[in-house]
């Protein structure tokens, strides 16, 4: 046996005070790694390298299983190895720059181009909240916002008069530009709409429901259901599948996935790529475990 299991288990439960399901994951995750160390001719812990766990990392994915059960061997492997080093049981700790796979949001799907079309087109009329919905629907796929972006902008975060808007992430702020397009139906919304809605209110949200109040995430979440089903639309779709169509539409069209990423507002380049290829992260994993001057 090449990894020392016996007073890791005993750290987990006496220490750790961890739960039977838990210390039985790590056992059997472990125990596996160990497994594959020995068939590859590894038999001390003490000299695993981070290209042996990347090949293994390699190795699960090949097998077929899903990125959460990945993830959660490289949990159990981090965990032992950084015991292992506290304990100057090895000199280094190979996991250190090991890096999870990207566990994929089950709400991955995008709209072709076409479908995208069909939806915005549906709010087609001149009432105020028709023009309201176009706006709302165009700007969202025309900059990627989230949806709790969105619908918290301000009136003064939008610049018609060079199109871009400015939206808060977490206390930071990022600009993200916008079309011709989207510029249109804002300033019809603007000019045609957002009073009658305020109903003589003052307001500094953008977009406001039909109450003046600020729009909430669920009337916006009901209202592209509602025109997702007139525009023939039969899969389950979200405010973030626009989101994602704007990513994927971008990058198969040539755009730069640094700036994808900016206008996205990610914080890691691999998130970005994920829309242009599900398999860059296993790609990254290779190189990371081939290459001979990583």
């Known amino acids: 046996m090449c990894l020392e299991l016996p007073s890791f288990i005993d750290y987990l439960k006496e220490q750790k005070n961890a739960s039977k399901s838990t210390v039985d994951s790590y056992q059997r995750d472990l125990r596996r790694l160990d497994s594959y160390l020995?068939?590859?001719?590894?038999?001390?812990?003490?000299?695993?390298?981070?290209?042996?766990?990347?090949?293994?990392?390699?190795?699960?994915?090949?097998?077929?299983?899903?990125s959460a059960t990945v993830s959660r061997n490289v949990s159990s492997m981090k965990a032992f190895f950084h015991y292992s080093y506290r304990k100057h049981e090895i000199a280094d700790d190979p996991t250190e720059t090991i890096r999870a796979p990207h566990i994929e949001k089950k709400l991955r799907g995008t709209l072709s181009v076409e479908e995208v079309t069909r939806l915005l087109e549906q709010p087609s009329g001149d009432s105020p909240k028709e023009?309201?919905?176009?706006?709302?629907?165009?700007?969202?796929?025309?900059?990627?916002?989230r949806v709790s972006e969105l619908i918290s902008l301000h009136t003064e975060a939008v610049h018609l008069d060079l199109n871009f808007v400015v939206c808060s992430d977490g206390g930071k702020e990022r600009v993200v530009p916008f079309g011709e397009?989207?510029?249109?139906?804002?300033?019809?919304y603007l000019e045609n709409a957002r009073m009658a809605l305020l109903k003589g209110q003052e307001s500094d949200w953008l977009f406001v429901n039909c109450s003046g109040q600020m729009m909430s995430r669920q009337g916006f979440w009901k209202l592209v259901k509602s025109y997702a089903a007139k525009a023939g639309i039969t899969r389950d779709i979200t405010p973030?599948?626009?989101?994602?169509?704007?990513?994927?539409?971008?990058?198969?069209?040539?755009?730069?996935?640094?700036?994808?990423q900016e206008m996205l507002g990610h914080s890691d380049i691999s998130t970005t790529l994920t829309y242009l290829n599900p398999g860059v992260d296993r790609m990254q994993r290779v190189y990371q475990a081939a290459h001979p001057r990583v």
Request: charged share 20%; hydrophobic share 40%; glycine share 6%.
């Open 38 to 66: 020995a068939d590859h001719g590894v038999e001390d812990v003490g000299t695993v390298t981070t290209t042996n766990l990347n090949s293994y990392i390699l190795y699960l994915e090949k097998q077929g299983l899903s």
């Open 131 to 145: 023009l309201r919905d176009r706006a709302m629907l165009e700007l969202l796929y025309a900059t990627g916002l």
């Open 181 to 188: 397009t989207a510029r249109t139906v804002l300033e019809r």
């Open 240 to 260: 973030q599948t626009l989101r994602h169509s704007f990513a994927v539409h971008l990058l198969r069209n040539g755009a730069p996935p640094d700036s994808v």
